[in-house]
Structures are given as structure tokens and as C-alpha cells.
């Protein structure tokens, strides 16, 4: 059984520009959770999508977007990057929304 | 106000010693989840313990095992017999309905460190 991916690993880019990170979610699963985590501390949601729709959001801006495709997998967008997006971003898969939630590796980004 | 406090952010351990990490919550729905993952250096979160607050019993896996105390909500972890490979950052998180979804809101983390 395949965990959770995500790719990139590390990433760099400049102010202003836009990045897409993605996510494969472990086979089974129909629920994905993205969440940043800033440098010392926990990391905060962003959004949920189960079978393809949003279907929570934390406190993000809408320049942080979302897809999920039929297999289940995600793409988290971030436009107009700033300095403060410089973050570890991770990608949690689960069997359902209430279901316990598996964690991919994370996504490093670097804004300079 | 936070949700989940952790009070420590540093803690060391003799190896083979046991260790309590504290971990406090705050929430007003009566159904709710407690979990604790571990984050080595690498970034990856991984599962280590859930508690349901229904649940009866303390969640007990391997060598880590969860003191429930509902009414002074939290949930602290106890690793028994330490080991070197458990250096590691350590988060308690809570599962809460928001919306229709259901997130993990975390605390800050201990720093936990395992000397010989």
C-alpha cells in the first residue's frame, strides 16, 4: 500500500510568483487536508476537499486555492507569493472526513 | 484563544527513562478527537496515539500511552522506556467538526530530546 506523496520536496521562488504543490493520496482514501506549517510552529489548515469539492477552509486568503481530481489526488495553489508563505506545507489523506488523517512528507517552500 | 496548549517547548530524557509530555485543550463540542504525532527532522508527521472523547479507556500503543483527564481537559503523552530514535518534535492536535469538514488544530509542539 502507497502512502501519502507529495512533490515537490523543496521549492524556491520569488515574491509575486505563483506555485503549485501536489499531493497523491493513499489508495482508499477520498479526503485530503492541506496545512502550512511556519518555521517553530504547529502547522494551521487551510482547506479540505472530499470527492472533488472544498469543503472546509481555515483562515487563508482566496490567493490559496485548491483542486482534487477524480483519483483523489490535490493540487494546493498559492498566487501573488509573499515572504510570509515560506513554509513547510503538508498534505493529509483519510478514508473520510472523519477518519484519522495520514501525512505526506511536506512540500519546503522558500519565498525570496 | 488556543485551542491546544503545550506548555513545554524543550524536554529531556534519559534513555530507558519514561516521559510526560503535557498537553491541554479547549473546546465546547462534546465530540472530539485527541491525537499525538511525532515530526522527526525530516518534516513527515507521524501517528502515534488517538483518544475519542467518548472513549473509556486511555489509548495505549506500544510504548506510548495517552492519560485522559476529560474534566481537567488534557491529554498528555507518556513514552515509556525511551529510546534515541524518539528525538523528535511532538504535537497534540485535536480533531473538531468546522463546517463540514474536520480539521486538526495543533499546538506548538515539544522539542523532545533523548541523552544516553
Known amino acids: 500500500e502507497t502512502g501519502v506523496t507529495q512533490s515537490p520536496t523543496h521549492l524556491i521562488k520569488t515574491r509575486g510568483q505563483q506555485v503549485t504543490l501536489r499531493c497523491s493520496s493513499q489508495s482508499g482514501h477520498n479526503t485530503v487536508s492541506w496545512y502550512q506549517q511556519a518555521l517553530g510552529q504547529g502547522p494551521q489548515f487551510i482547506f479540505q476537499y472530499y470527492r472533488e469539492e472544498e469543503n472546509g477552509r481555515g483562515n487563508f486568503p482566496p490567493r490559496f486555492s485548491g483542486l482534487q481530481f477524480p483519483n483523489y489526488s490535490s493540487e494546493l495553489n498559492v498566487n501573488a507569493l509573499e515572504l510570509d508563505d515560506s513554509a513547510l506545507y503538508l498534505c493529509?489523506?483519510?478514508?473520510?472526513?472523519?477518519?484519522?488523517?495520514?501525512f505526506g512528507p511536506g512540500t519546503r517552500l522558500t519565498v525570496l | 484563544a488556543q485551542k491546544i496548549t503545550q506548555t513545554q517547548p524543550g524536554m529531556f530524557v534519559q534513555e530507558k527513562e519514561a516521559v510526560t509530555l503535557d498537553c491541554t485543550y479547549d473546546?465546547?463540542?462534546?465530540?472530539?478527537?485527541l491525537f499525538w504525532y511525532k515530526q522527526p527532522s525530516s518534516g513527515e508527521m507521524i501517528f502515534l496515539i488517538y483518544q475519542g472523547s467518548y472513549d473509556q479507556q486511555n489509548a495505549t500503543e506500544g510504548r506510548y500511552s495517552l492519560n485522559f483527564q476529560k474534566a481537567r481537559k488534557s491529554a498528555n503523552l507518556v513514552i515509556s522506556a525511551s529510546q534515541l530514535g524518539d528525538s523528535a518534535m511532538y504535537f497534540c492536535a485535536m480533531r473538531e467538526p468546522t463546517g463540514t469538514a474536520s480539521k486538526l488544530t495543533f499546538g506548538t509542539g515539544t522539542r523532545l530530546q533523548v541523552t544516553l
Open positions: 473546546t465546547s463540542d462534546p465530540s472530539y478527537g
Open positions: 493529509a489523506s483519510s478514508a473520510g472526513i472523519y477518519n484519522e488523517q495520514f
